[in-house]
């Protein structure tokens, strides 16, 4: 009942939907089609709607994912997140919120399309959600990708690290105190000691200073 509500809603609206009913038929239509944005709902019949989001960051299928679920814990919600969904809805939910985040998510995948970022051997396709380094393919945590997308969108310039929880998280959950420094000494250890710079009292700064 609620993807029939969901499905004539959005069609309402001017946009065009296809509706999978379960995980196998979800994955099979997201290799067959392009999508301007996904909602997926966690409680798929056959597996999770993590599985399916899984598969599509595995091949750096970068259409922006709402995840819908009934599970409202903040654990349950930083896994969505940690999957790589870009937002997360917890029903029973407000259809004109369900339509501002849909907005939303699309407003962000249009504008970051930058075909490539790169500083030293490190490279970062954001299309692809793809990081090599000497180019081969390094595997990032979404947490991890998201860090250095912001870090690198900013080479030159120092990135406070409320602005990288911000651009993790996107304000959704509260962070520890050391939860960035974590995920620098991460992306040091599988990128290079030398790729990201402390800037004591400030941030964080990929590359060297602009004026």
Not at 120 to 138: F, I, M
Request: charged content about 25%; hydrophobic content about 45%; proline content about 2%.
């Amino acid at each position: 009942m609620l993807a029939e509500a969901i499905c004539d809603g959005i069609g309402q609206h001017g946009w065009r939907i296809d509706w999978a009913g379960n995980a196998a038929a979800a994955k099979a239509a997201l290799v067959d089609h392009p999508y301007s944005a996904v909602l997926l709902d966690i409680g798929l019949p056959g597996e999770s709607g993590l599985a399916v989001l899984k598969v599509m960051r595995e091949r750096y299928d970068a259409t922006p994912v709402i995840v819908l679920t009934a599970r409202g814990l903040l654990s349950e919600r930083i896994r969505g997140l940690d999957a790589g969904a870009d937002d997360y809805l917890v029903k029973p939910f407000s259809f004109d919120e369900l339509l501002a985040r849909l907005r939303a998510v699309t407003r962000r995948s249009r504008g970051q399309v930058v075909s490539l970022l790169s500083h030293g051997d490190v490279e970062l396709h954001p299309a692809k959600r793809q990081v090599t380094k000497a180019g081969a393919r390094v595997a990032l945590s979404a947490h991890e990708y998201r860090l250095l997308l912001a870090l690198m969108r900013r080479s030159g310039h120092v990135v406070t690290r409320e602005y990288l929880e911000d651009a993790v998280y996107e304000g959704r959950v509260e962070v520890g105190s050391n939860t960035v420094s974590v995920y620098v000494h991460q992306l040091r250890r599988k990128l290079g000691e030398n790729l990201i710079t402390t800037v004591y009292g400030q941030g964080y700064m990929v590359g060297e200073a602009t004026a």
